[in-house]
């Protein structure tokens, strides 16, 4: 089944510099890649998503790149603000086996932005 | 648009009793809706998978006899944690989404149960 890997546990970043989060996927059939913001003690909220039809995303301050190949993507924080700190998500949809069609969350990244 | 409702959002209950939460899907219909688990600082866990009309598909590892889950209609899934026991404390999230797979999961905002 999908296994997702999620690097760095932790960042701490100062206001106004960038944010990079990486993940890794070992199910090749896997082709919908999300990333989730979640703020303490609340739900998780989807900030973009990817499909494995295109490489790129980019929405305002946020972006994610897929590597099909090379089985991994990142999301991209630019100009990070206070507001931005919070647990951030990635997950894959399981492509195979009892799992198929469900999304497997990586362990999560703690971002701290620093005023 | 798509709206998930999760209730209660905090529950208290002793051992040995059963605790039910509701997920509801507000504006839209969910054929299948999913049940995580959360413990403090970590990721979300698959727990099953909620068929509305069927059984639940339950992950390895999760007993299917302590954590009910009915989906008796396409805007309602239960959880229900039966004979509950300290350890059984955690954040319980439902999640369902608009689409085929490949489309973004809704997430409810959460039961945090303690049991004592």
């Known amino acids: 089944g999908e296994n997702v890997e999620q690097h760095p546990s932790t960042l701490s970043v100062q206001e106004g510099d960038s944010a990079v989060i990486k993940c890794t996927y070992s199910?090749?059939?896997?082709?919908?890649f999300p990333w989730y913001k979640q703020e303490l003690g609340k739900r998780p909220q989807l900030i973009i998503d990817i499909r494995s039809n295109v490489g790129e995303k980019k929405d305002q301050r946020i972006a994610v790149t897929l590597n099909k190949t090379a089985k991994h993507f990142s999301l991209h924080i630019t100009e990070t603000q206070p507001e931005d700190s919070a647990v951030y998500f990635c997950?894959?949809?399981?492509?195979?086996?009892?799992?198929?069609?469900?999304?497997?969350f990586g362990k999560g990244t703690k971002l701290s932005v620093k005023p | 648009g798509a709206v998930v409702s999760q209730h209660p959002s905090r529950v208290i209950c002793k051992s040995g009793t059963s605790v039910k939460i509701e997920c509801r899907s507000l504006d839209f219909q969910a054929t299948t809706m999913f049940w995580y688990r959360q413990f403090p600082k970590k990721s979300l866990m698959l727990m099953a998978t909620s068929n509305e009309g069927s059984k639940a598909t339950y992950e390895q590892g999760v007993e299917k006899d302590k954590f009910l889950i009915n989906h008796a209609s396409l805007t309602l899934s239960t959880l229900t944690v039966t004979s509950a026991h300290p350890e059984d404390s955690s954040f319980y999230i439902c999640?369902?989404?608009?689409?085929?797979?490949?489309?973004?999961?809704?997430f409810g905002n959460g039961t945090r149960l303690t049991v004592t």
């Open positions: 999640s369902a989404r608009v689409g085929g797979p490949n489309s973004p999961l809704h």
């Open positions: 199910d090749s059939a896997s082709n919908y």
């Open positions: 997950a894959a949809l399981s492509g195979e086996g009892g799992s198929q069609g469900n999304l497997i």
